[in-house]
């Protein structure tokens, strides 16, 4: 096996992703369920040092994500807006660990961290890149590039209203697993015509399920583009007229793009794991040979 050189890591709130590099490529990957919301600021060292068991203990670490946060490891400071998007870097105090800085914005107020990173990757595949990134997710971001700048951004919670009503509301009971395009697509072009009326018929999928007009998969397809059309909605003045890369997993981003396509915007798909580590590469070589 190559020896590896550096450490590469994706610090988030659930899950901590782990990439012994060589350079700018990939050794090993390894991952556990130790995000930042289970630890405390005294225990991400341990936690570190038994993730990467195996690998040489020198090697410089370079992190990005919610081990920056205040409830971090160490609080890696936000850079507001216009900002390059471009890795900046704190230090753990005594340690070869650098943890990636987010990005904020005061008017109107706005977090990311992990995001910039990710948008960091991306740019250095596509350097000349013009227009809007759409990052999918918990907290789906929307952010305008230009001249290698990150100009502002908005994020949305579409992700997790999802969760919190799929899993914690009463409509938890008529929701199965999405897959049926009719029905998203059907929730999409009502929340993007009449917002206001798609709000009150929310407990419309429950009544439906109820009475057996609506399958469970048709029932969560609706809420999911319903919610969708909504930030879509709100997010007009991002993706209008402008190019669209998406960036986030898979299944999610795929249907960000038959959304965005129902308005006759362009998508580009870039691979989150790919532009994660770029990412974190050319935060690596800020540090060089830093100790």
């Not at 660990?97 to 948008?119: A, L």
């Not at 206001?196 to 609506?214: E, K, M, V």
């Not at 003045?237 to 362009?266: D, F, H, K």
Request: charged fraction near 15%; charge should be negative; proline fraction near 5%.
């Amino acid at each position: 096996m190559t020896a590896p050189d550096w450490i590469a890591v994706d610090w988030g709130t659930s899950n901590l992703r782990l990439w012994a590099m060589q350079g700018a490529g990939i050794v090993e990957r390894r991952e556990a369920a130790k995000g930042m919301g289970v630890l405390t600021s005294g225990e991400f060292a341990g936690v570190l040092e038994q993730a990467t068991e195996g690998w040489p203990d020198s090697l410089p670490v370079v992190a990005c994500g919610m081990v920056g946060a205040r409830q971090g490891w160490i609080e890696a400071p936000y850079q507001s807006v216009p900002v390059a998007a471009a890795p900046h870097l704190v230090q753990v105090p005594g340690r070869r660990v650098w943890i990636v800085c987010g990005v904020s914005q005061n008017d109107p107020p706005d977090v990311m961290r992990g995001e910039e990173t990710q948008i960091a990757g991306m740019l250095a595949a596509r350097p000349d890149f013009d227009g809007v990134v759409c990052l999918p997710g918990t907290h789906t971001k929307w952010a305008r590039i230009s001249a290698g700048e990150i100009c502002h951004f908005q994020s949305f919670m579409t992700g997790e209203l999802f969760g919190l009503l799929a899993g914690q509301s009463v409509l938890r009971h008529s929701l199965g697993e999405p897959g049926d395009d009719a029905a998203f697509d059907a929730g999409l072009a009502e929340a993007l015509a009449q917002p206001h009326r798609a709000y009150g018929r929310l407990f419309q999928l429950r009544a439906a399920g109820l009475i057996g007009t609506q399958d469970p998969s048709s029932a969560a397809s609706r809420l999911s583009g319903l919610l969708i059309g909504w930030e879509l909605a709100g997010a007009k003045p991002y993706w209008l007229g402008q190019e669209v890369a998406l960036l986030g997993a898979p299944r999610v981003a795929a249907l960000y793009a038959r959304a965005l396509a129902a308005q006759g915007v362009a998508t580009t798909l870039a691979d989150t794991e790919a532009a994660t580590i770029a990412g974190l590469f050319r935060a690596r070589q800020l540090i060089g040979d830093q100790k």
